[in-house]
């Protein structure tokens, strides 16, 4: 995966369903796609209709109950525990609810996915580049709870 030219992926056959009780809902039926690298796509449909659950099996967030995915030359669907970690490592998610963590400050949220990588002191630069990047430098210490 390279941060400049993206990577390409493709899914194929992809099926995931949930239980409930009973009832069992297929959430994505046997999705084929091919997204190639660079490219910038936009999923739509009605609510409920699978976006979210696709993008999470990309992403390796849910597991697929069959087909596959595959990124670059990599088949993510056959990984296993430490090559599915480093593979989620390298894709960027912006969650439809955003997961921050409200008693952390703005600094602390965009520093807590990667703690358990380096050190700290790399993170805090990275961090505060990224927040003045968006222009969010002078909010570094506002939580949720006071601002
Ligand atoms: N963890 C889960 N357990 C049970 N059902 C689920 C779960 N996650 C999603 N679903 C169901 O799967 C279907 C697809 O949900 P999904 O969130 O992928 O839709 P979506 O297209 O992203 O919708 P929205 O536009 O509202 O974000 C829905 O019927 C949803 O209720
Ligand atoms: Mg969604």
Redesign the pocket.
């Known amino acids: 995966m390279d941060a400049t030219t993206g990577s390409t992926v493709r899914t194929q056959a992809l099926v995931r369903q ?1 239980r ?1 009780g009973a009832e069992r ?1 297929t ?1 994505v039926d046997e999705v084929s796609v091919e997204i190639t690298a660079g490219s910038a796509v936009a999923l739509t ?1 009605p ?8 993008l999470h099996l990309i992403g390796a967030i849910e597991q697929a109950d069959s087909g596959t995915v595959t990124v670059d030359d990599t088949e993510v669907t056959a990984l296993r525990r430490a090559a599915l970690a480093r593979y989620r490592q390298r894709v960027g998610f912006v969650f ?1 609810r955003y997961h921050l963590l409200p008693a952390l400050t703005v600094l602390d949220n965009v520093i807590a996915p990667v703690l358990p990588r380096r050190g700290r002191a790399d993170h805090v630069a990275r961090a505060r580049e990224l927040l003045g990047a968006v222009s969010l430098a002078d909010r570094e210490r506002a939580t949720r709870l006071r601002l």
């Open positions: 949930f409930t809902l959430a449909g609510s409920g209709s699978g976006k979210s659950t696709l439809q």
